[in-house]
């Protein structure tokens, strides 16, 4: 039976722990379905981690439908959550509505996912949500707003910052977000967050007291030339593929392949 948003909350309840990660392409995809991921988020770190771009910022609608169509046709189990894209829910909740409905309808994902929780973005999202699309908040370190940021710091360091955040999490789960990534932040703001609200919060990089944790794959597989440090390799993919390439390699100069 294929996750929803409903039963998330049902595993919050019930005390079990959500797991989700990052996918961009149909085998990751696959794979990560096989091997029994609740959530798979097709993230707009693919602008990082598979288009090459400096930060998440240059990716566009068009690029994370592409990548989402290819993930919807491998998945059979996980829920599919796609990231709004910058510059495609900002100005207004007409734009949402109009990207998050391009989403779902040609790519068969679930859910859209959005950062921030201010004012205007929570009356998006209750937008969103009254028109029937489901929407999974970001809080915390917002990638999105890396220039803003100067960077990719901590959040939340402060009482004033901790205050503005779980703020911004209570107006989420009021505007309707059946979930909240909650990313970078102290632990101890993470817990009190998970506990005043009625939705789970998956955390990255905002220690053990989430309802479930999700990370980038390519951290997750050892593929990425970096990791921020609360990611954890569980291979080192990158250096098994680049050791087989050079094994064919030789084996194709030295003429023994094909035999």
Same mark, same amino acid.
């Given at each position: ?95 949402? +509505? ?5 989403? #779902?309808? =040609?790519? %068969? !994902?679930? $859910?859209?996912? *959005? &950062? ?48 503005? +955040? ?5 107006? #989420?789960? =009021?505007? %309707? !977000?059946? $979930?909240?990534? *909650? &990313? ?65 390699? *030789? &084996? ?8």
């Amino acid at each position: 039976m294929a996750v929803t948003t409903r039963q998330l909350t049902q595993w919050k309840q019930k005390g079990r722990p959500i797991v989700a990660l990052t996918a961009y392409d149909y085998t990751i995809a696959q794979l990560l379905d096989n091997a029994g991921v609740d959530l798979i988020l097709v993230g707009d770190s693919l602008g990082m981690v598979t288009l090459g771009y400096e930060t998440t910022l240059p990716v566009t609608l068009e690029e994370m439908i592409h990548h989402a169509k290819a993930v919807r046709r491998a998945v059979k189990q996980a829920l599919i959550v796609v990231d709004l894209p910058f510059l495609t829910y900002q100005e207004s909740p007409q734009q949402a +509505i109009h990207s998050a409905g391009r989403i #779902l309808k =040609e790519t %068969g !994902a679930q $859910a859209v996912k *959005l &950062e921030s929780g201010n004012k205007e973005i929570a009356q998006t999202v209750k937008k969103l949500t009254s028109v029937g699309i489901p929407v999974l908040g970001h809080i915390g370190l917002t990638p999105q707003s890396v220039h803003q940021f100067g960077g990719y710091p901590q959040q939340g360091k402060t009482p004033d910052a901790s205050a503005r +955040i779980l703020e911004e999490a209570l107006a #989420l789960v =009021e505007a %309707g !977000a059946f $979930a909240l990534v *909650l &990313e970078h932040i102290e632990a101890y703001l993470a817990k009190e967050i998970t506990e005043k609200v009625s939705i789970p919060t998956i955390g990255i990089g905002a220690g053990a007291y989430c309802d479930g944790q999700i990370l980038v794959v390519n951290d997750v597989l050892g593929l990425s030339d970096w990791r921020p440090p609360f990611a954890k390799a569980y291979a080192n993919l990158r250096g098994t593929v680049t050791q087989a390439v050079k094994e064919y390699s *030789l &084996e194709v100069k030295e003429r023994k392949f094909p035999q």
